[in-house]
C-alpha cells in the first residue's frame, strides 16, 4: 500500500496494490501492518456498507464527537463518487476547509479519514456502493450532522444535488457558536 497526503493533515489517500490475472483483480481493503507507518494499531470494531441507487445522491456530513470520535477508511466497491472531508479539528490551521478525492470501483484508490473530520460523498453514477471501516462504533448520541450545502464550506458538489435524507436535509448549519471538535 503507498499513501499521500492532502491540504488538510491527516486526510490521507491510500492507493492499495492490485494482483491482476486471467480470472480479475485482488486488492488488499486493509493490513495493520502496511499501515502502522500511517496509523499504528488501527482497529475497525465496525465495518458498514450503503448502496445510493441515484447519480446525484448526496450521503453526508456526518461525524461523531469525543468519545465516540471515529477514523474512516473508505473505499469504493460500485460507481463513482467525490468522496469529501471537512476539517473541524479546533485550532487546525485548514479548520472548515474541505477536500474531495474521486473514489470509484475501478480504482485501487481509498481514503483515510482521520478524527476530527465530517465525511460526504456525492454519487457520481447510478448504483453506488461504498464500504466504511469505522474506528469507532456508530454512537447515536455523538453523531452530529452538518449541511452538505452549508454556505460556510461551500463544497462544489460536481453535480446537481439529487437524492439527500430528511436528516441530511435538515442539519444545522454552521453558526458562530461552532466551535469544531476537540483532536
Ligand atoms: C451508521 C449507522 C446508521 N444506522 C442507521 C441510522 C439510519 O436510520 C440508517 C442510515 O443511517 P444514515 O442515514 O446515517 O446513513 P448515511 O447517511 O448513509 O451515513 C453514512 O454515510 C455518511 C457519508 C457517513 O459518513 C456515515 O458514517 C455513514 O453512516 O441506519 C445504524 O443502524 N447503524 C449504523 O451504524
Redesign the pocket.
Known amino acids: 500500500m503507498k499513501w499521500h497526503g492532502t491540504p488538510l493533515s491527516g486526510l490521507t489517500v491510500i492507493e492499495t496494490d492490485t494482483v491482476a490475472d486471467a480470472r480479475g483483480r485482488f486488492v488488499r481493503v486493509f493490513c495493520d501492518a502496511e499501515l502502522a507507518a500511517l496509523r499504528p494499531g488501527l482497529h475497525f470494531p ?1 465495518i ?1 456498507l ?1 448502496t445510493t441507487f441515484a447519480r446525484g445522491s448526496v ?2 456530513l ?1 461525524f461523531q464527537r469525543p468519545p465516540a470520535a471515529e477514523a ?1 477508511l473508505i473505499r469504493c466497491l460500485s460507481g463513482r463518487v467525490l468522496d469529501v472531508a471537512v476539517d473541524l479539528r479546533r485550532g487546525s490551521p485548514t479548520y472548515l476547509r474541505w477536500h474531495g478525492v474521486e473514489l470509484s470501483a475501478e480504482q485501487p484508490r481509498q481514503v483515510f479519514i482521520p478524527e476530527g473530520f465530517a ?3 456525492q454519487a457520481l453514477t447510478d448504483d453506488v456502493q461504498l464500504l ?1 471501516l ?1 474506528t469507532a462504533a ?1 454512537n447515536r448520541d455523538y453523531e452530529n450532522r452538518l449541511r452538505y450545502d452549508d454556505p460556510r464550506l461551500a463544497i462544489d458538489w460536481p453535480l446537481p444535488v439529487t437524492q439527500v ?1 430528511e ?2 436535509r435538515h442539519a444545522p448549519l454552521l453558526d458562530d457558536q461552532f466551535e469544531g471538535v476537540e483532536a
Open positions: 465496525q458498514n450503503s450521503r453526508g456526518h474512516k465525511h460526504g460523498f466504511y469505522h456508530w435524507s436528516l441530511d
